[in-house]
């Protein structure tokens, strides 16, 4: 396997997530509390990343592992408590070891609610769990206490 996977994803491949507003779904800060009783603009982010993730992982390889690099969105339109909303990824560009998919949220009347992109990097697995894992928080606290 190389250091840095290529990714054989063709342009114009989609993953679906259907999605239930649920209250957790709405906007609710920390802080704040409840602000709007629809659905998040950061729940869609979410979701977006999550089918652009579903398309990655039909076509990763053993021993490689994906992580986001970056999420824009662009919320157009609300969604209620019961809605159902349908989140789609569509692959528009693979580069090397990233997947940049174009993302929609459409409501049950195909009404666009949301639209935006994902980006994902591939890695391979040791290099990753190398970055993220338990060792990566201990050693990055090491090389602090160092300084």
Same mark, same amino acid.
């Given at each position: 396997m190389r250091d840095v996977?290529?990714?054989?994803?063709?342009?114009?491949?989609? +993953?679906?997530? #259907?999605?239930?507003?649920? !209250?957790?779904?709405t906007v609710h800060f920390d802080e704040l509390g !409840?602000?709007?009783?629809?659905? +998040?603009t950061y729940s869609m982010a979410k979701h977006f990343e999550e089918a652009g993730r579903k398309l990655l992982l039909q076509h990763l390889e053993p021993g490689?592992? =994906?992580? =986001?690099r970056s999420v824009a969105v662009e919320h157009l339109g609300p969604s209620w408590v019961g809605d159902t909303v349908v989140v789609t +990824?569509?692959?528009?560009?693979v580069s090397g070891n990233r997947l940049t998919c174009a993302c929609t949220a459409t409501d049950?009347?195909?009404?666009?609610? =949301?639209? =935006?992109?994902?980006? *994902?990097?591939?890695l391979p697995e040791e290099l990753l769990e190398q970055?993220?894992? !338990?060792?990566?928080?201990?050693?990055r #606290?090491?090389?602090? *206490? +160092?300084?």
């Open positions: 996977p290529l990714l054989d994803i063709p342009v114009g491949a989609t +993953a679906t997530l #259907d999605v239930v507003v649920t !209250p957790e779904l !409840p602000v709007h009783p629809v659905y +998040a490689q592992a =994906g992580i =986001g +990824a569509r692959c528009t560009e049950a009347q195909g009404r666009e609610l =949301g639209r =935006g992109t994902t980006v *994902q990097v591939v970055r993220i894992g !338990p060792g990566a928080r201990s050693a #606290d090491a090389a602090a *206490q +160092a300084r």
